[in-house]
Each structure stands twice: as C-alpha cells, then as structure tokens.
C-alpha cells in the first residue's frame, strides 16, 4: 500500500521532470538548432546614439576652381587608352607620348605610367593578378612566351623561341587597333585563364595636362 503510493509519487515527479526537459529541449532547438554555441540569448549590443565619426565639412567647390585643380592635376583617362596612345606613338622606352583624356584635355605621359598597368595586381578589376603573374620573364612559363615584365619583354612580343629575342609582335606593328594587345584587354575570351573579363572600362588618374587653361563650360 504504502509502496504504491511511493510509485505513483515518483511516477508523477518524472513524468513532470521528462515534460519540463522536454519542453526546455525542444523551444532551444527550434529558437538555435542542434548546437552548443547559441547566443541568441546574449544582450544585444546597442550602438551608442552618439555619432563618433564627424563628417567632413569642407567648402563647397567653386566650379571654376575645380576646373583650374583638375586641369592643372593630373588626366583622367582609360587605361587602355593610355596604353593605345603610347603604342601609336611608337611605344618608346623613354619619349613623352601625347593623348587626349576624358574631359578632352591634351596631355602627355611616358612608358613610366603605362608599365605599372602590366605589373600592378588588383588593378584592372577587384582581385585581378597582375599581367605579369601569368606572363613573366621566364619564357619557359610563361603563357604565349610573353614576357610584360619590362620594357623589352613588351617590345620582343609574344610566342619568342627559347632564347629568340622577338616573336609575334603584341604592338600591332605601332598601330593599336589592330594589336593583340588591344585584342587580349578589349576582348573576353571565355577559354582562355585570366582573360575571361574584358579589362578596357578601367579609368586612372595619368599623365599632365599640356595646358593649364580650363575648358569653358558650355
Ligand atoms: C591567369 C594568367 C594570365 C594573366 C593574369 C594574363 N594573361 Fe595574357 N594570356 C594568358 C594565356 C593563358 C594566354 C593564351 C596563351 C595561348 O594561347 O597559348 C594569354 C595570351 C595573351 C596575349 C596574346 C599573345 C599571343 O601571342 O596570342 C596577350 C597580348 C596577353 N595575354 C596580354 C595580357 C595582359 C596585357 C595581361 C594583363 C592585363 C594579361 N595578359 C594577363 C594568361 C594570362
């Protein structure tokens, strides 16, 4: 008799005990899932109301102004402009080369400029390798035997011998329009690695304007 109560009062507390588990188990799983490292329970951080970062507040440019420091600094032109404009010119290691940038403004630059184009990593579009990562100055590897490393690897061309100091021309013979150059930046070519994405939409800053005179606004 007496056992029977005993029973049926540990009975009652496990059931309750194997519920409340239960129920605890089962509003964590669905509010976290099957883990260990919940933190929804965490006290949200809360931004402080007070704003931190002070906006710049400089004076409004005077059109006028704006034109003189533009035209007075630097051009503003596609990169791949700047490099037609040095191949039509004749593509020299040292000689100012002239071009007109995108507001119009004749301006000169040299084959310093247009060098790093070749050299420079995530530059042509976000996260893109440097031309000469494919083609460096070990022909053995390099894709096309195609050195962009310097100045003479550019002008040797591509597809050289081993040991051949030229190959196929990539200037177009000075005339842009028609180099393979032009052809591998202007061009996707779906099959061919790290010429999937065509590299001709990039501006940069390059070159010195020729004159400091502004253009008239119209
Ligand atoms: C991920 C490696 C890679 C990168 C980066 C790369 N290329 Fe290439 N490039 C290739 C491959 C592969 C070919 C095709 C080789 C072949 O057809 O045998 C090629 C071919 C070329 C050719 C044609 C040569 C010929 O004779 O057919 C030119 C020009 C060229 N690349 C220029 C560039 C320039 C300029 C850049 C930088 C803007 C660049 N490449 C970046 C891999 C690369």
Request: with cysteine; hydrophobic share 40%.
């Amino acid at each position: 008799m007496n056992d029977d109560v005993k029973k049926y009062i540990y009975g009652a507390i496990s059931v309750f005990l194997v519920g409340v588990l239960t129920w605890v188990g089962l509003v964590y799983v669905s509010a976290c899932g099957f883990t260990l490292s919940c933190n929804r329970g965490d006290i949200p951080i809360s931004r402080t109301p007070v704003p931190t970062l002070i906006p710049a507040t400089l004076p409004a440019m005077q059109p006028e102004d704006s034109m003189v420091v533009a035209a007075a600094d630097v051009c503003y032109v596609a990169a791949a402009d700047l490099v037609g404009a040095w191949v039509d010119a004749g593509a020299s290691d040292t000689e100012a080369f002239q071009f007109t940038d995108s507001n119009g403004t004749n301006c000169e630059s040299t084959f310093d400029e247009v060098k790093p184009l070749f050299v420079e990593a995530n530059l042509w579009y976000s996260g893109s390798f440097s031309c000469i990562s494919c083609h460096s100055v070990d022909l053995a590897v390099s894709p096309a035997q195609l050195d962009l490393s310097s100045y003479e690897g550019i002008l040797a061309g591509s597809r050289r011998a081993e040991g051949a100091s030229t190959g196929t021309d990539i200037l177009g013979d000075g005339n842009w329009d028609s180099s393979l150059l032009y052809e591998f930046i202007s061009e996707a070519k779906a099959d061919v690695p790290g010429h999937t994405e065509v590299l001709s939409s990039l501006m940069i800053f390059a070159g010195t304007p020729l004159s400091v005179e502004a253009t008239p606004t119209p």
